[in-house]
């Protein structure tokens, strides 16, 4: 992993490897930004403040080799990543303004999928998840985490069945407390519904209304209009002066009929004259029979008025005057679909009544199945905490877990869960909150992650100071257990005790230093010599101290001879 600009970290590479590797410094090095460029690598949050200042952005660049078939590699090559020899180049930007860059295997991905990845690839265990395993809803979660898919298939049945009783009560709650809304609904709308029926509309009916009115409203007009227009076209038989346009295009025609075998276009032009003699012809006899048809009967126009006037009236009420009486009708059959509804709303109710009664019983039964599940699996756990915090200079304490009955269903089940420790006999169990000392609680929380660590499905660990606060001969046994998960694991340890560093395969120092105004840290991986100085530092705060020298490389011996180094 190479780390640029970030925090007190102008430019390092980290040297990662299989087995254990511990990093030590100096308190302000820059051993948190080792392992906040891990969290960024998986999809952490990006803060600007983390860029070095003077810097544009802060870079954090790593290679992760993968196992065959891991569900990591193949989340990656879905993704359209592509892996450089069974391994996945990963990069994070930050940049000062707050922007945030990931690529993943060359191509450039949201910084969710950097998160998704990490959940397969790696667990982290610091202080800070010391302090929310303090909470009994996280102690809940760790129960069901190490449980495995005992726990997990039956609370993911579990939570379907509740999900489900939930929506069918909010539907039920719904429907029996606007039931007096509901009724006002269908009372307005079975109104509305006969208001339409009784008028009985046809669709498009106003409109020919309105044109039907148009015609009767103007019907002199028209008469006279009809009858000036006939006499125009075929003459009238009172008048033998008047010259009508059938006469005159009779006498047109007579003129060049008697010529035409001289020119061809001529004859053409008699013909169409002779069309034009029939069209008049027609369009005189429909003027005749338009002026005998017309109805100027004032009933006929009174009764399309008072029509008219209906169907207006349920325009305004359910339609607009864009929409017109269409409208109207599609307001009805859409009422009418409501209000089906609305009268099916007794039904409904009896059916959900019944169905919340049948889910009641299912998630009852499933709680009581998860609650079983967790007892069992909460004293395996108890068991092999116990049993780590024997080896962790405190022989005497136990732990327990305290399942409780909440008042309701939850949607997890109906268990409070809550982990208790008697430091020693004759002790009751309380809340490990308030039932072990500040040195006593970090070995408590180390020997739940260790043992939690081994239920975790991932290749690496990371774990950040979780031996805060131990010592002595407890400072041995978490070192000696971390090497122990080191032999199937990657384990990576920020810690300040020499201790637990001497059980290491790999030890990586960070190493400040000031420049005038600059200070740059770099990540050195330490020879045995190198080894035995750091530890040294970390004994006895001097690097050349011969009494320290001579700890250190005590401690050194002792680890290997207890732990060997992972091959």
Same mark, same amino acid.
Not at 301 to 322: F, I, Q
């Given at each position: 992993?190479?780390?640029?600009? +970030?925090?007190?970290i102008e430019d390092a590479v980290v040297e990662l490897s299989p087995g254990f590797t511990v990093v030590t410094g100096e308190t302000g090095a820059g051993k948190t930004m080792v392992v906040t460029s891990l969290g960024l690598l998986l999809g952490g949050r990006a803060d600007p403040g983390l860029v070095r200042n003077g810097a544009e952005r802060?870079?954090? $660049?790593?290679?992760?080799?993968?196992?065959?078939?891991?569900?990591?590699?193949?989340?990656?090559?879905? !993704?359209?990543?592509?892996?450089?020899?069974?391994?996945?180049?990963?990069?994070?930007?930050?940049?000062?303004?707050?922007?945030? &860059?990931?690529?993943?295997?060359?191509?450039?991905?949201?910084?969710?999928? %950097?998160?998704?990845?990490?959940? *397969?690839?790696?667990? =982290?265990?610091?202080?800070?998840?010391?302090?929310?395993?303090?909470?009994?809803?996280?102690?809940?979660?760790?129960?069901?985490?190490?449980?495995?898919?005992?726990?997990?298939?039956?609370?993911?049945?579990?939570?379907?069945?509740?999900?489900?009783?939930? $929506?069918?009560?909010?539907?039920?709650?719904?429907?029996?407390?606007?039931?007096?809304?509901?009724?006002?609904?269908?009372?307005?709308?079975?109104?509305? %519904?006969?208001?339409?029926?009784?008028? #009985?509309?046809?669709?498009? #009916?106003?409109?020919?209304?309105?044109? $039907?009115?148009?015609?009767?409203?103007?019907?002199?007009?028209?008469?006279?209009?009809?009858?000036?227009?006939?006499?125009?076209?075929?003459?009238?038989?009172?008048?033998?002066?008047?010259?009508?346009?059938?006469?005159?295009?009779?006498?047109?025609?007579?003129? +060049?009929?008697?010529?035409?075998?001289?020119?061809?276009?001529?004859?053409?032009?008699?013909?169409?004259?002779?069309?034009?003699?029939?069209?008049?012809?027609?369009?005189?006899?429909?003027?005749?029979?338009?002026?005998?048809?017309?109805?100027?009967?004032?009933?006929? +126009?009174?009764?399309?008025?008072?029509?008219?006037?209906?169907?207006?009236?349920?325009?305004?009420?359910?339609?607009?005057?864009?929409?017109?009486?269409?409208?109207?009708?599609?307001?009805?059959?859409?009422?009418?679909?409501?209000?089906?509804?609305?009268?099916?709303?007794?039904?409904?109710?009896?059916?959900? $009544?019944?169905?919340?009664?049948?889910?009641?019983?299912?998630?009852?039964?499933? !709680?009581?199945?998860?609650?079983?599940?967790?007892?069992?699996?909460?004293?395996?756990? !108890?068991?092999?905490?116990?049993? #780590?915090?024997?080896?962790? /200079?405190?022989?005497?304490?136990?732990?327990?877990?305290?399942?409780?009955?909440?008042? *309701?269903?939850?949607?997890?089940?109906?268990?409070?869960?809550?982990? %208790?420790?008697?430091?020693?006999?004759?002790?009751?169990?309380?809340?490990?909150?308030?039932?072990?000392?500040?040195?006593?609680?970090?070995?408590?929380? +180390?020997?739940?992650?260790?043992?939690?660590?081994?239920?975790?499905? =991932?290749?690496?660990?990371?774990?950040?100071?979780?031996? !805060?606060?131990?010592?002595?001969?407890?400072?041995?046994?978490?070192?000696?257990?971390?090497?122990?998960?080191?032999?199937?694991?990657?384990?990576?340890?920020?810690?300040?005790?020499?201790?637990?560093?001497?059980?290491?395969?790999?030890?990586?120092?960070?190493?400040?230093?000031?420049?005038?105004?600059?200070?740059?840290?770099?990540?050195?991986?330490?020879?045995? /010599?190198?080894?035995?100085?750091? %530890?040294?530092?970390?004994?006895?705060?001097? #690097?050349?101290?011969?009494?320290? &020298?001579?700890?250190?490389?005590?401690?050194? /011996?002792?680890?290997?001879?207890?732990?060997?180094?992972?091959g």
């Amino acid at each position: 992993m190479r780390i640029r600009s +970030l925090g007190v970290i102008e430019d390092a590479v980290v040297e990662l490897s299989p087995g254990f590797t511990v990093v030590t410094g100096e308190t302000g090095a820059g051993k948190t930004m080792v392992v906040t460029s891990l969290g960024l690598l998986l999809g952490g949050r990006a803060d600007p403040g983390l860029v070095r200042n003077g810097a544009e952005r802060a870079v954090v $660049e790593g290679r992760v080799a993968f196992a065959d078939g891991t569900q990591a590699a193949q989340r990656a090559v879905d !993704a359209g990543a592509e892996l450089d020899e069974d391994a996945l180049l990963i990069s994070r930007t930050v940049s000062a303004e707050g922007r945030s &860059r990931a690529h993943v295997g060359g191509r450039s991905v949201p910084v969710s999928l %950097l998160a998704t990845l990490g959940e *397969d690839l790696i667990a =982290v265990h610091g202080q800070t998840d010391q302090q929310r395993l303090l909470q009994p809803a996280r102690q809940r979660g760790a129960l069901d985490r190490y449980a495995g898919g005992t726990v997990a298939g039956l609370l993911t049945e579990y939570q379907l069945a509740f999900r489900r009783l939930r $929506e069918v009560g909010a539907r039920l709650d719904e429907l029996t407390t606007r039931a007096r809304e509901r009724a006002q609904e269908a009372d307005l709308l079975r109104f509305g %519904l006969d208001e339409v029926a009784a008028a #009985e509309p046809v669709a498009h #009916e106003d409109l020919e209304l309105a044109a $039907e009115s148009e015609r009767l409203g103007h019907a002199d007009a028209l008469s006279s209009a009809a009858s000036l227009a006939h006499g125009a076209l075929a003459g009238d038989p009172s008048d033998q002066d008047a010259v009508d346009a059938g006469t005159l295009l009779a006498q047109a025609r007579r003129a +060049l009929e008697s010529v035409r075998g001289h020119d061809q276009r001529l004859a053409a032009l008699a013909d169409r004259l002779g069309e034009v003699g029939y069209l008049l012809s027609d369009i005189g006899g429909d003027l005749a029979g338009y002026a005998d048809d017309l109805d100027a009967d004032p009933a006929r +126009l009174a009764a399309v008025e008072e029509r008219r006037a209906v169907l207006a009236h349920l325009v305004r009420k359910y339609g607009s005057p864009d929409g017109g009486l269409d409208q109207v009708l599609a307001w009805a059959e859409s009422a009418a679909l409501r209000l089906t509804e609305l009268d099916g709303d007794d039904d409904t109710i009896s059916a959900l $009544e019944t169905e919340q009664q049948s889910l009641h019983g299912a998630v009852s039964a499933l !709680a009581g199945q998860l609650t079983e599940a967790r007892r069992a699996a909460a004293e395996d756990f !108890a068991k092999a905490v116990t049993a #780590e915090l024997t080896e962790l /200079a405190m022989p005497h304490a136990r732990v327990s877990f305290g399942i409780t009955a909440a008042a *309701d269903f939850g949607p997890y089940g109906v268990d409070e869960v809550e982990v %208790l420790l008697a430091p020693h006999p004759g002790a009751p169990p309380r809340p490990i909150a308030k039932g072990a000392s500040g040195g006593e609680l970090s070995r408590v929380m +180390l020997a739940v992650e260790v043992v939690f660590a081994g239920a975790d499905p =991932v290749p690496t660990y990371l774990f950040d100071e979780v031996d !805060a606060g131990v010592g002595g001969k407890a400072a041995v046994e978490v070192g000696r257990r971390l090497a122990r998960l080191a032999r199937t694991s990657q384990v990576i340890v920020v810690t300040h005790l020499p201790q637990v560093a001497a059980f290491a395969d790999r030890h990586l120092v960070v190493e400040k230093t000031v420049d005038g105004s600059v200070t740059r840290s770099g990540v050195t991986t330490l020879s045995d /010599a190198e080894r035995v100085r750091e %530890l040294s530092r970390m004994l006895a705060g001097l #690097e050349d101290s011969e009494l320290g &020298r001579a700890h250190a490389e005590e401690l050194l /011996a002792a680890a290997r001879t207890v732990a060997p180094p992972n091959g």
